[in-house]
Nanobody, 111 residues
Framework: QINLIESGGGLVEAGDSLRISCKAS????????MAWFRQAPGKQRELVAG???????SVADSVKGRFIVTRDDSENMAYLQMNNLKPEDTAVYHCNVRHYWGQGAQVTVST
């Protein structure tokens, strides 16, 4: 069993930055890929970014150059640094490891 808890969401203005965090408990995640998904109202959940056990990262084209995903295996944490936020980034952001999901963190970007 893996429990994932996101934190750090909020309401920001376009152009601002925000960092959301994912704290994992239950077992060490050093062997697993950690990913961030988001779901906007009325839209399907989409993959935003992922960080592999090696530390290699991958981000969606829609956020490339603006979002950075990192991990700290010593703390069982994953982070999503979001820069130059846009209104279309408004969504609930979920942390994912294997088939485990966090409850989500709301990010709202106003114009």
């Amino acid at each position: 069993q893996i429990n994932l808890i996101e934190s750090g969401g909020g309401l920001v203005e376009a152009g601002d930055s925000l960092r959301i965090s994912c704290k994992a408990s239950g077992r060490s995640l050093s062997r697993y890929t950690m990913a961030w998904f988001r779901q906007a109202p009325g839209k399907q959940r989409e993959l935003v970014a992922g960080v592999f056990p090696s530390g290699t990262t991958s981000v969606a084209d829609s956020v490339k150059g603006r979002f950075i995903v990192t991990r700290d295996d010593s703390e069982n944490m994953a982070y999503l640094q979001m820069n130059n936020l846009k209104p279309e980034d408004t969504a609930v952001y979920h942390c994912n490891v294997r088939h485990y999901w966090g409850q989500g963190a709301q990010v709202t970007v106003s114009t």
